[in-house]
């Protein structure tokens, strides 16, 4: 990875101890964070779909948790307030703190973004199968996916309540950014211990400018545009679900939240 050994002598430079390991497969990633000590920080150097990963372990082992940008996307990291520059934000990491955040579960899949279905799951299918690098994939995933997804039938349960909803994009968002910077649920905080569920429905071509309106979070005042909070969520219907950029199946989902189940170093 082209900016571990930059990281590693920020960090070294700022008095840590370094052990670098690289994983080889995703449940490699799971087993380094299970596998560490309480006492240890495990810093996760990558994208979005990475953190998750390690998040999954570092629950397991109760170690502490530190996530920076290496990845397109890097959304997790802008949730939360870090620097988009690795080597800045590992040198950050010098005057933050501990905080206890929350984790989603998708299937008991963990996730700490945005559980993608309809609209962003299909532009997550467009970026993962894209030559593309950088965040511009996310731009061209956009346009794309606009031109393939229809509009769906799906029977949510809401902590417990039925409801029927038709559209083209819905989103349980845990820290709420995705995309390379698009706030989809922009009031979605990562230690409230709730879900933010964002819903757009409209006609198709109010579509493209409501994403463009997704940078800021003012797609929310669209009248097209639905969002509530939820501890549990279930989502009945056919398509695909995506979560942190990464495929997870097909509908149905059941989506909860762990509150408090990780320790962030932010």
């Not at 520059?85 to 998708?106: I, N, T």
């Not at 299918?125 to 965040?135: D, H, I, L």
Request: proline fraction near 5%; charged fraction near 20%.
């Amino acid at each position: 990875m082209r900016y571990r050994e930059r990281v590693n002598d920020a960090l070294t430079a700022n008095g840590w101890r370094v052990r670098s390991v690289c994983s080889k497969n995703a449940d490699d990633a799971v087993r380094i964070g299970a596998e560490a000590d309480p006492q240890e920080c495990v810093v996760s150097l990558g994208g979005d779909g990475m953190h998750a990963l390690v998040a999954r372990g570092v629950a397991r082992s109760g170690a502490l948790l530190a996530a920076l940008p290496g990845g397109r996307g890097n959304d997790f990291v802008r949730a939360t307030g870090q620097p988009l520059d690795p080597v800045a934000a590992a040198l950050a990491l010098s005057s933050a703190g501990e905080h206890r955040v929350d984790l989603g579960e998708a299937d008991g899949t963990p996730f700490l973004g945005v559980v993608s279905i309809g609209y962003s799951a299909l532009a997550s299918q467009v970026a993962a199968e894209s030559r593309v690098r950088g965040p511009g994939v996310y731009h061209v995933a956009a346009v794309r996916a606009f031109f393939g997804v229809p509009r769906a039938e799906y029977v949510l349960s809401v902590d417990g309540v039925e409801r029927r909803w038709s559209g083209f994009e819905l989103a349980v968002g845990l820290s709420g950014w995705y995309g390379g910077g698009l706030q989809v649920c922009p009031e979605a905080r990562i230690d409230d211990g709730l879900l933010d569920v964002t819903m757009v429905a409209g006609a198709r071509r109010h579509f493209l400018p409501l994403l463009r309106r997704m940078f800021s979070g003012s797609h929310v005042e669209l009248p097209s545009v639905e969002t509530f909070r939820a501890e549990q969520v279930r989502v009945n219907g056919e398509g695909e679900v995506y979560a942190d950029g990464d495929r997870l199946g097909v509908l149905p989902v059941d989506i909860n939240v762990r509150p408090g189940a990780l320790r962030l170093l932010v």
